[in-house]
């Protein structure tokens, strides 16, 4: 062999056992497989699916780098445990509704829904430009998580009653599943208020514990079957006019992932975001077609005597939430500010764009 083709093909081998001793171990280093935890039952529509479709997408923007895994509720941890999994360690992230939190701060809840608190676009205009995430995540790294909004419901409905609720009275002792300061709300006029993960609501009705309950809306309650239990449903839902949907992922993960990585999970979740909340509009109105007219559902809207005594409460209920502790309270003097100013905007734009509309179809 020529001494030059002895170097040709000994270099060309050298280069080849670097790149399988090196590349393919390095390749393999940058790989993050990452846990996420969910409240949500396997498979279930809207909130679960949400959960998988937030993964793939973080998964595939990364081109597979972020290899995130979920687990249902009770998978791996608990339902209402995920935000201690994700705070601890145990879990990298957490697709979820901030207001179960509330256990630990008040606070959380502004980052779900408030009774009589902000429409969905409102809450995203919060969010993203009111300095509502500055606060989110302030409040969150207390407890190790950095916070993004991933999603939405829309609007919710009042909830599920074996019988009409046709005053106030009717709503004292009832034994009421609802979560956050809405729970808060029916408290404070006399309900007996239970916390439970939405896959022990139905056999909870079922069985008799809880007289009655609110889950999301049409589209998932129609899921869950709460309509072979009964047939009153109830609108609108003052106690939850938006539900905002998170990530929470552990700080230090986050801390040690890129500014591409970061990038990479932010768009992820704006894309979801946007996905969700027109995913839930586009199913609720067939869902609730389906109740009434397959399953003899009876919708109910509540008395303006009854929303107007439930409005008092509420604004009761979510200014003592400012006495928490002092980030609670500019929680809740930034959002009550720009709910004033949104409400502005709102009538103008959307309240009577909507009443114009009621009136061309009204003639049509």
Not at 2 to 20: E, H, L, P, Q, Y
Not at 159 to 178: A, N, Y
Not at 188 to 204: C, D, H, K, R
Not at 282 to 297: K, M, P, Q, R, S
């Amino acid at each position: 062999m020529k001494r030059r083709d002895f170097i040709r093909t000994t270099a060309a081998g050298s280069v080849a056992a670097g790149a399988a001793t090196f590349s393919a171990p390095a390749i393999a280093q940058d790989k993050k497989t990452l846990k996420m935890v969910t409240p949500w039952p396997k498979n279930f529509p809207g909130l679960g699916t949400s959960a998988q479709r937030l993964a793939k997408r973080i998964t595939q923007a990364s081109d597979g780098r972020l290899d995130v895994k979920v687990f249902a509720a009770g998978e791996l941890v608990p339902a209402l445990e995920s935000f201690d999994a994700v705070s601890g360690g145990t879990a990298d992230l957490y697709h979820a509704a901030e207001y179960y939190w509330q256990g630990k701060s008040n606070g959380f809840a502004f980052f779900t829904t408030v009774p009589y608190g902000f429409t969905p676009q409102e809450m995203h205009a919060w969010i993203h430009y009111g300095g509502g995430q500055e606060l989110w995540d302030e409040l969150s790294a207390q407890y190790n998580i950095k916070p993004i909004l991933c999603g939405n419901t829309g609007a919710q409905m009042a909830g599920w009653f074996r019988q009409p609720i046709e005053s106030l009275e009717d709503l004292k002792g009832l034994k009421f599943r609802t979560p956050g300061l809405g729970g808060e709300v029916m408290r404070q006029v006399g309900a007996n208020v239970v916390t439970l993960p939405g896959g022990e609501i139905f056999t909870s009705l079922q069985s008799g514990a809880i007289d009655a309950a609110e889950w999301v809306g049409p589209w998932n309650d129609l899921a869950f079957g709460f309509h072979q239990i009964t047939k009153h449903y109830y609108y609108p839902g003052y106690q939850e006019p938006n539900a905002a949907l998170s990530c929470g992922i552990n700080r230090k993960v986050w801390n040690d992932l890129s500014d591409a990585d970061h990038a990479v999970i932010q768009a992820a979740c704006l894309a979801e975001a946007d996905y969700t909340l027109a995913e839930f509009d586009a199913n609720n109105g067939d869902a609730l077609d389906t109740l009434i007219n397959e399953h003899g559902v009876q919708l109910h809207r509540f008395s303006d005597d009854i929303l107007k005594s439930l409005g008092e409460a509420s604004r009761d209920v979510v200014a003592d939430t400012a006495q928490e502790s002092a980030l609670t309270k500019r929680i809740y003097e930034s959002y009550t500010a720009f709910r004033e100013k949104m409400i502005r905007w709102t009538d103008i734009a959307n309240r009577e764009y909507l009443n114009a509309r009621a009136l061309t179809l009204s003639d049509g």
